[in-house]
């Protein structure tokens, strides 16, 4: 059974640092597409950061040069590496998993992933 775990999320002051885990089961060892997505009160969940099989990834513009996403397969772990946080980062990050032959991997869209974590609060404070 494919299972997505997030972990890491909290409250910070602008400046500060994060790490978001996301344990995926089952998703590390085939051709998945991983995705970070961030979805803030009254606004639609928007693509963060992606991971593929091969290593490879992508980044929203608002967040390239400060998050870096990364992944152990011995673990069965991805990361979201959060730092210079600024008060727009706030919101529910999820982590997202699909086949890499479902989804587009650079310009990620929520209704094409289909395994799903709970999500995990990230809040920024000014």
């Known amino acids: 059974q494919r299972r997505l775990v997030e972990s890491g999320g909290g409250s910070v002051q602008a400046g500060g640092s994060l790490r978001l885990s996301c344990a995926a089961s089952?998703?590390?060892?085939?051709?998945?597409?991983i995705a970070w997505f961030r979805q803030a009160p009254g606004k639609e969940r928007e693509g963060v950061a992606t991971i593929d099989h091969n290593g490879s990834t992508s980044y929203a513009d608002s967040v390239k040069g400060r998050f870096t996403v990364s992944r152990d397969n011995a673990k069965n772990t991805l990361y979201l590496q959060m730092n210079s946080l600024k008060p727009e980062d706030t919101a529910m990050y999820y982590c997202?998993?699909?086949?890499?032959?479902?989804?587009?991997?650079?310009?990620?869209?929520?209704?094409?992933?289909?395994?799903w974590g709970q999500g995990t609060q990230v809040t920024v404070s000014s």
């Open positions: 089952l998703v590390t060892h085939f051709s998945y597409c």
């Open positions: 997202a998993a699909e086949l890499i032959e479902v989804v587009s991997c650079t310009a990620p869209d929520p209704a094409d992933f289909g395994y």
